[in-house]
T-cell receptor, first 112, second 114 residues
Framework: GNSVTQMEGPVTLSEEAFLTINCTYTATGYPSLFWYVQYPGEGLQLLLK?????DKGSNKGFEATYRKETTSFHLEKGSVQVSDSAVYFC???????????FGTGTSLTVIP | NAGVTQTPKFQVLKTGQSMTLQCAQDMNHNSMYWYRQDPGMGLRLIYYSASEGTTDKGEVPNGYNVSRLNKREFSLRLESAAPSQTSVYFC?????????????FGPGTRLTVT
């Protein structure tokens, strides 16, 4: 079956620190991978995506590389800001399917 | 272009009451979804509609019904609310096709059942 496993949170970092949020997946086919972000009181927004192995998704300073050999899609940012405080969700979708599979989310708090 | 809209934003129900959560999208998307979000459990799929006229159960369908009223609208009904249905409900939509287009989410409905 399909599933996504994210690192447990919460994560607290100082401003300008380096961020890594781990995500690994299990899939029966060839999925596309996504990172979504949820700010307090809001719905989820797409942060970045990658549709095939070795693709790198990037947006707003965040990056993630689709690693088929390690079934991973870790989220990274070189220098976090207070405004990056949010919950981050890793997700996958099979290329031939309709469903999305989400991780449990990782809460990030960035302190000044 | 409003994207995905949900009504109401907040609702308090007593056990046994019924209600319908409304969702509409103006992006001409084929597929629509209902999720619930609970602390520590991420998003769980309740029902989805791959295209107008079809609906399918997700991971946690018990206690819910859905209607894909037309291409734009997808409603979620709680026939007899229970405290276990206290949650935040999100509607999402996406353009289905050969590429796995991303989902777009509404702002959510926060439901409390007492």
């Amino acid at each position: 079956g399909n599933s996504v496993t994210q690192m447990e949170g919460p994560v607290t970092l100082s401003e300008e620190a380096f961020l890594t949020i781990n995500c690994t997946y299990t899939a029966t086919g060839y999925p596309s991978l996504f990172w979504y972000v949820q700010y307090p009181g809001e719905g989820l927004q797409l942060l970045l995506k990658a549709t095939k192995a070795d693709d790198k998704g990037s947006n707003k300073g965040f990056e993630a590389t689709y690693r088929k050999e390690t079934t991973s899609f870790h989220l990274e940012k070189g220098s976090v800001q207070v405004s990056d405080s949010a919950v981050y969700f890793c997700a996958l979708s099979e290329n031939t399917g309709n469903q999305f599979y989400f991780g449990t989310g990782t809460s990030l708090t960035v302190i000044p | 272009n409003a994207g995905v809209t949900q009504t109401p934003k907040f609702q308090v129900l007593k056990t046994g009451q019924s209600m319908t959560l409304q969702c509409a999208q103006d992006m001409n998307h084929n597929s629509m979804y209902w999720y619930r979000q609970d602390p520590g459990m991420g998003l769980r799929l309740i029902y989805y509609s791959a295209s107008e006229g079809t609906t399918d159960k997700g991971e946690v369908p018990n206690g819910y019904n859905v209607s894909r009223l037309n291409k734009r609208e997808f409603s979620l009904r709680l026939e007899s609310a229970a405290p276990s249905q206290t949650s935040v409900y999100f509607c999402a939509s996406r353009l289905a096709g050969s590429t796995p287009y991303e989902q777009y989410f509404g702002p959510g409905t926060r439901l409390t059942v007492t």
